[in-house]
């Protein structure tokens, strides 16, 4: 079983930071890419940022020079530091990961239960 559990999140005023933290669990042999998806109210989930196993970073435009990305590969665990929230920030933001569980299979993609960051103008 592999189980991704994420924290942070909440209410922030526009402007202000969060930051958010997505840790893996289980029988994993290796993660791949892992990054953070957000999904506001009538929207399609959108992807916010990923991150490589080599540390390589790729954003949103909406997102880009606000938020920051990174990962400990040692605890399994994917972070978000959002700064200058905006109102259209508001969503569920769900972590993912690529992650193989053994030699002889195809990684598998996993989601965390997804927190709500809900920031006011």
């Known amino acids: 079983q592999v189980q991704l559990v994420e924290s942070g999140g909440g209410l922030v005023q526009a402007g202000g930071s969060l930051s958010l933290s997505c840790a893996a669990s289980?029988?994993?042999?290796?993660?791949?890419?892992m990054g953070w998806y957000r999904q506001a109210p009538g929207k399609q989930r959108e992807l916010v940022a990923g991150?490589?196993?080599?540390?390589?970073?790729n954003y949103a435009d909406s997102v880009k020079g606000r938020f920051t990305i990174s990962r400990d590969n040692a605890k399994k665990t994917v972070y978000l530091q959002m700064d200058s929230l905006k109102a259209e920030d508001t969503a569920v933001y769900y972590c993912?990961?690529?992650?193989?569980?053994?030699?002889?299979?195809?990684?598998?993609?996993?989601w965390g239960q997804g927190t709500q960051v809900t920031v006011s103008s």
């Open positions: 993912n990961a690529e992650i193989l569980r053994g030699y002889l299979r195809a990684p598998d993609d996993y």
């Open positions: 289980g029988s994993i042999l290796k993660i791949n890419t």
């Open positions: 991150i490589t196993s080599g540390g390589s970073t």
